[in-house]
C-alpha cells in the first residue's frame, strides 16, 4: 500500500469514529449528542448485548456456589419471572420490557441444561394437541399438565421496572424445606429488545420521553 494511500485511509477512518461517537450506559451504546444539539439530545440504541449475555452473566453468578455434584440427579424446575410488587406477570401493554419475564425463564431452562443441570418442563402436557393454530405441546390449563411436578429445586425470578430498565432479582430455592440455595442479581436495559419509543405508557398514562431527532439549521 502506497503512503498516499495509507493517509487516505487514515482520513476516512477519522472521519467514520468522529462521524460516529459513542459513549456506554448501562452496558449499552447512546450515542454522543452533536456538538450544535440541545444537551439533552440522544438517540438510544437497541442494548449491545443480547438477552443471552445477560441471561449467561445472571446464571454465572446464580451458580457460583452452587455444587452441581451434590444436586445431581436432582429435577430443577424454571418458573417465569413476574413482577416484584404484584408477583404477577409483567406482560402488560405500554412495557418494552413486558416479555422479558418469558425470555428470561426459557433463557435458563437453556443456561441450566447446557450446565449439567437436569431441567424439568412442567408446563408440557400429556398430550400433542394438533388444532388450526399448529401443533401444541405446552399448556397453561392444569388439567391438560401432570399433577405431580417432581423438582426438588426451582428458579424463581422477580423484576424490579426503573426508568432505563429492570433489576432482576433470581434465587434457586429448595421445593421441600423452602432454604434459598443461591442469588443473584442483575440490570436490564429498557432497549434490550428494540430501541426506546418516544412515547411510551406507565399506569395508563402515555408519557414522552424525549425529543425527535431534529434537522439543525431549519425551521423549528
Request: glycine share 6%; with cysteine; aromatic share 10%.
Amino acid at each position: 500500500m502506497t503512503t498516499r494511500m495509507r493517509i487516505f485511509c487514515l482520513v476516512l477512518l477519522t472521519q467514520f469514529m468522529t462521524a460516529c461517537a459513542y459513549k456506554t450506559s448501562h452496558s449499552y451504546l447512546v450515542p454522543e449528542a452533536p456538538k450544535n444539539s440541545d444537551k439533552h439530545y440522544y438517540q438510544p440504541q437497541v442494548s449491545a448485548l443480547s438477552i443471552k449475555a445477560y441471561s449467561f452473566m445472571l446464571a454465572d453468578e446464580l451458580l457460583l456456589n452452587v455444587d452441581l455434584d451434590e444436586i445431581a440427579g436432582r429435577s430443577v424446575a424454571v418458573t417465569r419471572f413476574v413482577e416484584q410488587d404484584s408477583r404477577q406477570d409483567m406482560n402488560y401493554s405500554g412495557k418494552p420490557l413486558k416479555h422479558l419475564g418469558g425470555q428470561l425463564e426459557e433463557s435458563f431452562v437453556y443456561e441450566l441444561n447446557k450446565r449439567g443441570y437436569k431441567v424439568i418442563d412442567f408446563k408440557l402436557a400429556q398430550n400433542i394437541k394438533v388444532t388450526n393454530q399448529g401443533d401444541l405441546i405446552w399448556s397453561r390449563n392444569v388439567d391438560e399438565l401432570n399433577p405431580v411436578i417432581e423438582a426438588t429445586y426451582v428458579v424463581a425470578g422477580t423484576l424490579t421496572p426503573h426508568q432505563n430498565g429492570a433489576v432482576v432479582n433470581l434465587r434457586m430455592v429448595n421445593m421441600r424445606n423452602q432454604k434459598v440455595m443461591a442469588t443473584a442479581m442483575g440490570f436490564v436495559p429498557s432497549n434490550l429488545f428494540w430501541a426506546d419509543e418516544e412515547v411510551m405508557s406507565r399506569d395508563g398514562i402515555l408519557i414522552h420521553k424525549g425529543e425527535r431527532p431534529r434537522v439543525y439549521g431549519a425551521k423549528q
